[in-house]
């Protein structure tokens, strides 16, 4: 079984974003990049997969410009064999990269296609359901647990109060929730090892795809500065703060 995994490179959730002076955008400069977390979750997965003898090849895919090899090259040091980049500008919009990731399914035919749940830069959560449509697969979102059973896929998934669980048929999609899986850490030996594994790059073109815009980003803001707070002698003084300045009691 072929898996396919899309992988968006982000800003590293350890890294306080700011926003650029003229609030055009969120400023990139000299700021740490990453694999998005729930993209490397989906990783595990599939490398999981495949030392458990389910899958056969996993391969990592990526869309935008030459640095996102850079998150592709970390898929390959997790376990993947190798990757595709497609190549576009940075900050293609959900329905772009759907409709690529589509190309690229109709070209590798994989039985099972893992997304994150969301990039954790644009918050957008659309692309697996997006490439769900597309496709016309199945797709299991926000799963917390998954398992192949010959033709069909188990996925349980994390809603609101409680989980469900759906049978799907293979070809399918999967994106995945934080408690799927704790990704390991690459080691040096295979982050060596990655360098040398097959990475091809392809056009929009190459997939028939024409990249076009619908949304146009207005403004990025960052949240309003929290005021410092005071230090109150006594129960008797906070109390008549919250009453008569506060006014919420
Ligand atoms: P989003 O819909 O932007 O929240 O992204 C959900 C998931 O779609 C991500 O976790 C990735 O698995 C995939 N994805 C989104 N954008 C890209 C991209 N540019 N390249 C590869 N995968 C992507």
Same mark, same amino acid.
């Given at each position: 079984m072929k898996v396919?995994?899309?992988? !968006?490179?982000v800003v590293d959730y350890n890294v306080k974003v700011? %926003?650029?002076?003229?609030?055009s955008d969120v400023d990139l400069n000299n700021v740490k990049m990453a694999i998005n977390p729930f993209c490397e979750i989906a990783v595990e997965e599939a490398v999981r997969l495949k030392e458990a003898g389910v899958a056969t090849e996993v391969i990592a895919v990526s869309v935008g410009g !030459?640095?996102?090899?850079?998150?592709?090259?970390?898929?390959? %040091?997790?376990g993947a064999d190798r990757g595709i980049q497609v190549e576009t500008e940075s900050g293609v919009e959900p329905l772009v990269v759907a409709k690529l990731l589509k190309g690229v399914v109709d070209k590798e035919q994989p039985q099972l296609v893992i997304l994150?749940?969301?990039?954790?830069?644009?918050?957008?959560n659309q692309t697996g359901q997006m490439l769900g449509a597309l496709t016309g697969m199945p797709q299991g979102t926000f799963a917390s647990e998954i398992t192949v059973n010959g033709e069909k896929l188990k996925v349980t998934r994390e809603i609101d109060g409680g989980l469900q669980t759906l049978?799907?048929?293979l070809p399918a999609i999967v994106t995945t929730d934080l408690r799927l899986n704790e990704p390991r850490y690459a080691s040096l030996p295979n982050i060596?090892?990655?360098?040398?594994?097959?990475?091809d790059v392809l056009t929009p073109a190459d997939l028939g795809?024409?990249?076009?815009?619908h949304l146009t980003q207005v403004k990025v803001q960052p949240p309003a500065e929290r005021q410092a707070g005071i230090?109150?002698?006594?129960?008797?003084?906070?109390v008549d703060k919250l009453k008569n300045e506060a006014k919420v009691i």
């Open positions: 396919l995994v899309a992988v !968006k490179r700011r %926003a650029k002076a003229d609030g !030459k640095a996102c090899q850079e998150q592709i090259r970390t898929a390959l %040091a997790l994150g749940k969301q990039s954790i830069d644009g918050d957008n049978s799907l048929s060596m090892k990655a360098k040398k594994k097959q990475l795809v024409e990249v076009t815009r230090k109150v002698e006594d129960v008797a003084q906070l």
